[in-house]
């Protein structure tokens, strides 16, 4: 991506995220902010101490310079029109409305750069009734029909997991969309929006819910640790009290569990060793492998099933990934030097490339580091000039 010129304008993670995956692969990603608070993002986490910068801050807005401008005041929105001129992609992520309420439509921006490509992320898209709601992605998980799923049958639905899914399911279809739009733009020599709803990424992972309803009625429930169709398929406990996922999705599958625990007689066409008389006897399956998993401790469980060739693995919490010799030998695991801090680990660059791979050169930026870089050396604006528009904070 080296070459391509990002402006972020985004706050928090749904679209903003996009701009990281591309920055980590040679593009130029320039952090837009408001002079006087920046992003949002900045006091939301972890505090460090940096006062302008949590932990999430730093390893969320990395490989970025950082550029406050006013986009409330006239002069701020001509000079971010001239960065669009200069740049390849802007992103943002406000309510549907928003950037028209500031002069800067797409049909303002096509006109200032008409080979520009626009990601807009919002929690419902640019059109239909919804347009105009917030949207966060709790929300996004509740409406795209992912919270509904999660939890255990006839309980109160869970949050699925404490991270935003939804922002980074979104900003991953944001980038993808931006290089597709890329590669058009090769061919046409103009750019185009990208429109993206924070639902519908969420919407779009949940595999056959869709057809299952529209062809049967069907409607999955909540089901806990385990899967509708396959057992066992969950989670379970150990004799150290540790945990560890199996899944057992064909009949080998579970015939190599069997083999593990040392039962083969369970794999019998008697038995259970077809998978409708699993699901038919879904309680008496999983009670069984309980039993056995809870009788020895996580290291024997895994090294039996791995000994057979059983899917299984740790359910890992954030301490165990840190010691899990996999997680080092793939770099998961990125230590930088921040200034002030020491030693700042954050995940590593995904996806990985063979002949050119991603890197992460800086964490989160101080607000406006690139500021006076950007104004004099981008837009040619002199000294005297940028001293000025400091005094009026729009920049």
Known sequence: MAGIRVLDLGTFLAGPHAASVLGEFGAEVLKIEHPIAGDPMRRFGTPTKRHDATLAWLSEARNRKSVTLDLRQAEGVQLFLKLIAKSDVLIENFRPGTMEEWGLGWNVLSEANPRLIFLRVSGYGQTGPYRRRSGFAH???????????????????????????????????????????????????????????????????????????????????????????????????????????????????????????????????????????????????????????????????????????????KLNSIADIFEDEHFQARGNLVTLEEPGLGEVVIPGVVPRLSATPGRIHNLGPALGNATYEIMRELLDISPDDIKRLRQRKII
């Open 139 to 313: 929300i996004a998980h509740a409406f795209g029909g992912l919270s509904y799923l999660a939890g255990f049958p006839g309980e109160t639905p869970v949050v699925p997991g404490t991270v935003p899914l939804g922002d980074y399911f979104s900003s991953l279809y944001g980038a993808i969309g931006i290089m597709m739009a890329l590669r058009q733009r090769e061919k046409t020599g103009r750019g185009q929006i990208i429109d993206v709803g924070i639902y519908e990424s969420v919407f779009r992972q949940l595999d056959e819910i869709a057809a299952s309803y529209g062809l049967f009625g069907k409607v999955r429930e909540r089901e806990g640790s385990g899967s509708f169709v396959a057992v066992p398929h969950g989670h379970f406990r150990t004799q150290d009290d540790k945990w560890i996922a199996i899944a057992c999705t064909t009949d080998k599958m579970f015939e190599r569990l069997a083999e593990a625990m040392e039962r083969p007689e369970l794999a019998s066409s008697a038995l259970y060793g077809q998978q409708r008389k699993r699901l038919a006897a879904r309680n008496e399956v999983n009670q069984i492998v309980i039993e056995w998993v809870g009788s020895l401790p996580r290291s024997e469980v895994l090294e039996r099933c791995l000994r057979c060739e059983v899917p299984v693995g």
